[in-house]
């Protein structure tokens, strides 16, 4: 989400860093100022960010208002993860995304550059049977997602994945990973 960087993009210079212009790119100089931004700030130097320098950068002004109608982070909608059942057993949302989850699966977006396809997130207990999920599926709680990220392989995904702690099984055939807490 461009606007979302570029919000970044102003705080980091309000901070005095330089993360170039305010174009709503992240690219190697923003990274870099994200990184100096955190180093300064006793924070993980990794680049992202996640909701621990989303809340030192931006204080008590988090831009909210990025995260009205719908979005859950700012690569993440909510519809994303609605029930595959598509109406017919639930109403799309038995349970709501676990916000540590998306907090993990922002960072792995962000770590890869690159798209996050979530193909099945939270799901109903009729649709969890009928496509094979076990009975206590962390689906049915929304604490996993089903996932690829198109340019990556599922082995690099799992890669990622892992290195935000995030328990992996891999369909490699399929062409995704299921990701969970």
């Known amino acids: 989400m461009d606007d979302f960087i570029k ?10 860093f330089e ?4 174009d709503g790119i992240c ?11 955190q180093t300064r700030s006793g924070l993980e130097a990794d680049g992202m ?21 719908g979005q859950l982070s700012p690569h993440f909608k909510r519809e994303e993860f609605r029930c595959c059942c598509q109406g017919r057993y639930c109403t799309g949302f038995p349970a709501e995304m676990n916000q540590l989850l998306i907090a993990k699966l922002e960072n792995i977006r962000c770590q890869l550059d690159s798209a996050i396809i979530v193909t099945s ?4 207990v009729i649709r969890n049977r009928e496509v094979g999920g076990i009975e206590n599926s962390r689906h049915l709680s929304g604490g996993a ?4 990220a198109p340019g990556f392989s599922v082995y690099q995904l799992k ?3 892992e290195n935000q702690g995030l328990c992996v099984i891999l369909y490699e055939e399929q062409g995704f990973c299921h990701l969970q807490l």
């Open 19 to 22: 993360p170039g212009p305010v």
């Open 49 to 69: 960010v996640g909701p621990l320098t989303m809340k030192v950068l931006f204080g008590n002004e988090l831009p909210i208002e990025i995260f009205d109608q």
């Open 145 to 148: 997602v089903d996932c690829y």
């Open 27 to 37: 690219g190697p100089q923003t990274r870099q100022a994200i990184i100096a931004f």
């Open 7 to 16: 919000q970044c993009q102003t705080a980091l210079i309000e901070k005095g």
């Open 121 to 124: 997130g939270v799901r109903c």
């Open 159 to 161: 890669q990622a994945a």
